[in-house]
C-alpha cells in the first residue's frame, strides 16, 4: 500500500465517549434523555446536522448546536488529549513509510485540536474535513478527495475506520478498509475488508504490507 487513510473521532482519537458526553449534554439541556446505547446503534458516524435533526426534529437550530458542541468538544481534548501513546506510535511508525491522511466528518478546528494536543500535526500528509467537501460519510467523496491530495490511486490505499458509515465510504471509493471493533458491534462492520481489535504498530505493519 502507497497510504494509509484514518477516520478521527474512535480510531486515531480515543474519544467517541467524549462525543457522547458532549451530544448528551446538550440534548438533556433540551429536556431529551440521550442514551449511549442510541448513540453507538443509531447514530454513530452520522454528520451534526443528522444527528441533531434525528433527535431534536426539523425544527432545531443546527448551527447553534453545531457551533457550541464543536466549542465543548475542543475544550475536553485540549483538556485532556484522547490520541493514546499506542495509537501515536502507529501513527508516526505509518509516516515513516507512506503519507498518512486523516479523512473525517469532524469540522478543521476539532481535528487540529486533536491532531496538535497529540504532537501530530506535522505528521499528516493530508486532512480532509467536513468543511472541505460537500456530501460527507457514507459518501466517498471524502475518500477520494484524501487520495487526490496524496495522488495515490484508491487502489493503492488503505483506510481505517470504526463506524458502519466510515466503511461504506472507503469500500465505495474503491479503498481496503479494516475497521476496528471498539466502537460498535463486529456484524455491524462485517463489510469491512478486516477487522481490527486495536490500531498499533503491528496493526500498521499489517495493513501496509
Known amino acids: 500500500m502507497d497510504a494509509l487513510l484514518l477516520d478521527l473521532n474512535g480510531t486515531l482519537s480515543n474519544d467517541e465517549d467524549v462525543l457522547y458526553r458532549v451530544y448528551a449534554d446538550l440534548f ?3 429536556g431529551i434523555p440521550f442514551s449511549e446505547e442510541r448513540y453507538r446503534s443509531e447514530l454513530l458516524g452520522l454528520s451534526d446536522e443528522e444527528m441533531f435533526v434525528q433527535v431534536l426534529g ?15 468538544y475542543i475544550a475536553a481534548v485540549e483538556q485532556a488529549p484522547t490520541v493514546t501513546a499506542e495509537v501515536r506510535a502507529a501513527v508516526l511508525h505509518a509516516a515513516a513509510r507512506v503519507p498518512v491522511a486523516v479523512v473525517t466528518s469532524a469540522w478543521h478546528e476539532e481535528a487540529d485540536a486533536v491532531l496538535t494536543a497529540a ?5 499528516i500528509a493530508a486532512l480532509v474535513c467536513a468543511d472541505d467537501v460537500e456530501h460527507m460519510k ?7 478527495r484524501a487520495c ?17 458509515a466510515g466503511v461504506t465510504a472507503a469500500k465505495a471509493a474503491g479503498i481496503r478498509c479494516a ?3 471498539t466502537s460498535v458491534g463486529r456484524e455491524r462492520l462485517a ?13 500498521v ?3 501496509l504490507g
Open 58 to 72: 426539523a425544527g432545531a437550530d443546527v448551527p447553534a448546536l453545531l457551533t457550541e458542541r464543536v466549542r465543548r
Open 148 to 164: 487526490r491530495l496524496l495522488e495515490v490511486a484508491p487502489s493503492r490505499a488503505v483506510a481505517v475506520e470504526d463506524s458502519p
Open 119 to 123: 504532537g501530530l500535526d506535522g505528521t
Open 179 to 181: 475497521a476496528l471493533t
Open 205 to 207: 505493519d499489517l495493513l
Open 191 to 203: 463489510h469491512a475488508d478486516l477487522l481490527l481489535d486495536r490500531l498499533d504498530s503491528a496493526a
Open 28 to 30: 438533556g439541556e433540551a
Open 138 to 144: 457514507p459518501s466517498p467523496e471524502p475518500y477520494l
